[in-house]
């Protein structure tokens, strides 16, 4: 079978510590956000399941409701992450520098 002898992996470029540093801080408040929503989910089911039954929208209870929330939260914090990630700390630093 042909194709498979492609080589040993070789890392590309490697990222500077100010990104990596900036990427980890970034996530971990991007997690934090999502723990906070997930957990006033959690916290309405156990401490008031009679809540979850109101219906808030279009004959949708307040769990129907949440829970789709908590989907589309997850994806539009990965897609912020994803944009705010894009870029080099130290790329993006000196593109500014050689504007100026």
């Known amino acids: 079978m042909a194709g498979f002898d492609h080589g040993p992996?070789?890392?590309g470029?490697?990222?500077?510590?100010?990104?990596?540093s900036r990427n980890t801080r970034?996530?971990?408040?991007?997690?934090?956000?999502?723990?906070?929503?997930?957990?006033?989910?959690?916290?309405l089911n156990?401490?008031?399941?009679?809540?979850?039954?109101?219906?808030v929208f279009a004959g949708l209870n307040?769990?129907?409701?949440?829970g789709f929330t908590l989907i589309i939260a997850a994806?539009?914090?990965a897609i912020i992450y994803g944009w705010m990630c894009r870029n080099d700390v130290a790329s993006s630093g000196s593109s500014n520098q050689e504007d100026a």
Do not use: D, R
């Open 9 to 11: 992996n070789e890392p």
């Open 26 to 43: 970034l996530g971990l408040i991007l997690f934090t956000v999502y723990l906070l929503l997930y957990g006033g989910f959690v916290f």
């Open 46 to 55: 156990t401490f008031s399941p009679a809540k979850m039954e109101v219906v």
């Open 13 to 20: 470029e490697q990222e500077n510590h100010e990104t990596i």
């Open 75 to 77: 994806f539009v914090l």
């Open 62 to 66: 307040l769990a129907i409701v949440y």
